[in-house]
DNA sequence: CCGTATTTGTTCGTATGTATT
DNA sequence: CAATACATACGAACAAATACG
């Protein structure tokens, strides 16, 4: 009598789905119907399933049913030393797709902001000071893949720098310029990871439970300039459950296809 | 009727403990209290604490109750470009503590295995060749903190690098001491982060539930050397509710103190 | 050491709400 | 609109872990 039994469901389908029993992509039975096979409660058959959520291996749709997760061969995302490879775009998060995968992207909002805690300290202003914040939604072959917010100073826009404020894509090269109309250089940056669990907007937009038994990832990435000061502050959500990421440094191999088991 | 029940208690005791009414260490309510001043179920209540301990924020000890988790300020890990720094150890994790803590670490366990797929792959060996796996527990301040296996090619050994066998702590050296053995240098490194649901040694080790509530989080580390082969690969599992990783890239300013709140 | 009270963990049954088809 | 399937919520009972006298 050792494991309970919710824990023991979970077991009996996370094998049916590794075997290959249950593909990619298949429902499961409805709760009602492992209620039967299992003899046990519906509730007892939920907890089984809110485990092997977690465990990301199925996600549940309301109205649908229970399917195996598509998941695997989660997206990588690169946050290499510029130096390293060839990664041209320095501040730029980059899918590094061993499949063949389409990258697109929302329209970014832009918005005057006081800074929040967090972005403050980033940024090394007082907390509720003004900042410009750029936020933009990223899809990957259709289904949603991250949140980005960039935070500037808002001293860049009266030194100069009033692109900031355009509601066009310059992300890929806001360092670009800003070296050009402030002389304001990229010197390095910090990237800082944690795992917590989504809000409210997150959890909608990635179509993950509310509930948080799904982590997202939170990546900030502050760039400094060549005086050792914050320029930006970049701040990328992305669901735990169907993401790496890789940090290269030095002199290694490019990597070779591995062909998921 | 906007959020349902459990997720606003979950609101409410997140404030309490946000706000400090209810400081770290402090118990909280016994489900049976919550459920009365709640006017909520038993269940509804033990789902608003499942969200909170997925978030971290409390943790539950059968026979005792429920606790504001202590965690606060988490332990920050940089796996940065030794370049970037002066972080002189290369291939160690190090825990960059603004406070003050104490590492320690459990005895290394030698073990001759066959590789895991997983290994195989990162040490481009085949699957179910021989390996050496040195395995580690690691502390900080006496709590339970990472678990470290590292796995070099048998073939090291096989050319002279005999002391990998040897159930001393060479960890912090043993780049170096491939280097002199065996002229083997690392040349740079690939460092792969995944979020995942701990397995049972880990929820035992760390102390979290073995649910999956709360995630680990994989860092792989691979080593290469000045051929670009790969000579060593590191696994090592932190808990993720409690675990922050840094990664510096270029000439950025130290870290100042933040002073939580 | 034992027994009891307390507290969380597991399981059941049931009812109703909400999203999808 | 109806059927289906998951989401939320209630109430109840017993088990297991812990603390304490």
Redesign the interface.
């Known amino acids: 009598m050792a494991d309970p039994m919710y824990?023991q469901i979970a077991d009996e389908l996370r094998q049916k789905i590794e075997s290959g029993e249950l593909r990619r992509g298949a429902q499961l039975p409805t709760e009602i119907d492992l209620r039967e096979q299992y003899g046990a409660s519906r509730n007892t058959v939920r907890d089984a399933l809110?485990?092997l959520i977690?465990?990301?291996l199925v996600e549940t749709r309301p109205g649908q049913g229970t399917f195996v997760s598509e998941r695997i061969s989660?997206l990588?995302t690169t946050?290499s030393?510029?130096?390293?490879g060839g990664s041209g775009e320095v501040g730029v998060y980059e899918a590094e797709a061993l499949q063949v995968r389409e990258a697109s992207a929302g329209p970014v909002r832009v918005e005057i902001q006081e800074a929040a805690?967090s972005v403050a300290?980033e940024l090394?202003v007082k907390s509720g000071a003004t900042v410009v914040s750029r936020h933009q939604q990223r899809f990957v072959d259709g289904t949603p893949w991250s949140l980005q917010t960039s935070f500037y100073p808002m001293g860049l826009v009266a030194q100069g720098a009033t692109n900031l404020l355009q509601a066009t894509s310059i992300d890929s090269g806001t360092m670009a310029y800003l070296d050009e109309a402030l002389d304001v250089k990229?010197?390095?940056?910090?990237?800082?990871?944690?795992?917590?669990?989504p809000n409210e907007n997150e959890s909608l937009f990635f179509k993950i439970p509310?509930?948080?038994?799904v982590?997202v990832?939170e990546v900030v990435r502050t760039a400094?300039d060549?005086h050792?000061g914050p320029v930006r502050t970049t701040v990328t959500v992305y669901p735990?459950?169907r993401?790496?990421?890789?940090?290269?440094?030095?002199?290694?191999?490019p990597v070779?296809d591995?062909g998921g088991?």
Chains 1, 2 share one sequence.
């Open positions: 824990r809110r485990l977690t465990r990301g989660p990588v946050l030393n510029p130096d390293t805690d300290r090394q990229q010197a390095g940056w910090r990237d800082t990871l944690t795992v917590r669990a509310s509930d948080g038994r982590a990832i400094f060549q050792g735990a459950d993401n790496q990421f890789v940090f290269a440094s030095g002199d290694i191999p070779v591995e088991s």
